[in-house]
């Protein structure tokens, strides 16, 4: 099968053109000759000045604010309630065929309890049906046989794992956990979705990255996605007793390397672990088995809060906007300032390191909690934290 059969949908680029393709699934981005001859040019975009992304490649949607899980690290701040500002199904469907017409690739729910939407299932066939590709990030609690089969609807499902230790805050029982996203495997891989597992590293339960990726290996799970903890939501309040340790941020690399190789299973490390990987300088080997890139809030990818408000990330409370007005505030120069000016942000040791333009100063949300600025540094990065010991 040549590229030009593998391709699902295109858009154009002021440097040609991306093009996400079958076989792997993935997002290939091409210049002008390639776009060419596949058939897809000429484009009025490449004789712009347009030097970003014409819109997102991935929106990060919440549907719900409606929580009954309990799990610990939900980017929501309530439980047992539900908010009022929930825009519902008509406008999420709006939300859908505004990102359409911005040719999203990818959209990625999560946030509160989106099983239990009578609608979720009509809303993902809606975002396939503009040739979008969907996946759901759940907990593994409201996962029967039926939900299973209707789960076909999406690229992957993702479950949050939520484990601590014992003494450390447990909002659930560790084994009620592993055995309730054990049975959630089972059911979803009998009816054919791809499965991976999300983990929520802190301090109390680094020492189970190991015993994850053989859970994972022993459940026929092919992928684990290791996320950082935020002081976002429900963590807000103990995330200085959560956060991982410069000992544990030191040794992220090798720890989540030898799990890997051990059980040879993909783990993914999402944008804010950057710091932690670009400490050890890595080659391109290394960043590759990772696929880990610095925040890409604002440049390629936005969030999507359940009422409708649109920020670059939905872990950093700075100003959204309203995604009728999508295209305008995308196409303007001053929307996410501190998100999209990093190059212009650098400050020691950022401004020395010769990982800066791929980790881009680490994870705005933690340095915007931590010192009170999201344009510092990020304070949890070995090679900062260091810096920041020598001059204090």
Not at 54 to 60: F, N, Y
Not at 124 to 150: F, N
Not at 301 to 308: D, L, V
Request: aromatic share 10%.
């Amino acid at each position: 099968m040549g590229l030009k059969e593998k391709i699902i949908s295109y858009r154009h680029e002021h440097f040609g053109g991306i093009l996400m393709i079958e076989q792997p699934k993935a997002l290939v981005y091409v210049d002008h000759e390639c776009m060419r001859s596949l058939g897809l040019g000429e484009h009025p975009i490449w004789e712009s000045n347009l030097m970003r992304l014409s819109g997102p490649t991935e929106a990060k949607l919440m549907l719900s604010d409606s929580s009954q899980s309990g799990c610990f690290f939900c980017l929501t701040d309530i439980n047992n309630k539900k908010y009022c500002s929930e825009t519902g199904y008509e406008e999420m469907k709006n939300i859908v065929q505004n990102l359409a017409r911005s040719k999203v690739f990818f959209v990625l729910i999560e946030g509160g309890d989106c099983l239990t939407l009578p609608w979720l299932f009509d809303l993902v066939r809606d975002i396939r049906s503009h040739r979008m590709l969907a996946t759901l990030t759940t907990s593994g609690t409201y996962i029967t046989p039926e939900i299973a089969k209707e789960c076909r609807e999406f690229e992957r499902i993702w479950l949050y794992l939520d484990v601590q230790n014992d003494q450390a805050l447990p909002m659930r029982k560790r084994n009620d956990v592993i055995e309730a996203t054990n049975k959630a495997i089972k059911m979803l891989q009998v009816m054919k979705c791809q499965v991976g597992i999300t983990f929520v590293v802190t301090r109390n339960n680094f020492h189970l990255m190991f015993s994850l990726a053989e859970f994972a290996f022993k459940t026929g799970v092919d992928q684990v996605e290791l996320r950082r903890i935020k002081p976002s939501g429900r963590t807000k309040e103990s995330y200085y007793s959560l956060c991982l340790t410069p000992e544990q941020s030191d040794a992220l690399l090798p720890s989540a390397y030898h799990a890997m190789s051990t059980f040879g299973i993909k783990l993914k490390l999402d944008c804010s672990f950057g710091p932690m990987i670009f400490s050890h300088a890595p080659n391109i080997d290394q960043m590759e088995i990772f696929d880990i890139t610095g925040c890409i809030g604002g440049e390629s990818s936005i969030g999507i809060w359940s009422n409708g408000e649109v920020r670059a990330c939905n872990y950093l409370d700075i100003q959204g906007y309203d995604f009728k007005e999508l295209q305008t505030w995308w196409n303007n120069p001053e929307s996410f300032p501190i998100i999209r000016e990093w190059r212009l942000m650098a400050q020691p040791p950022c401004d020395i390191c010769n990982y800066f333009t791929l980790c881009r100063g680490g994870c705005r949300s933690v340095s915007s909690f931590v010192l009170g600025d999201p344009e510092e540094p990020d304070p949890e990065c070995p090679i900062v934290h260091k810096y920041r010991s020598q001059i204090f």
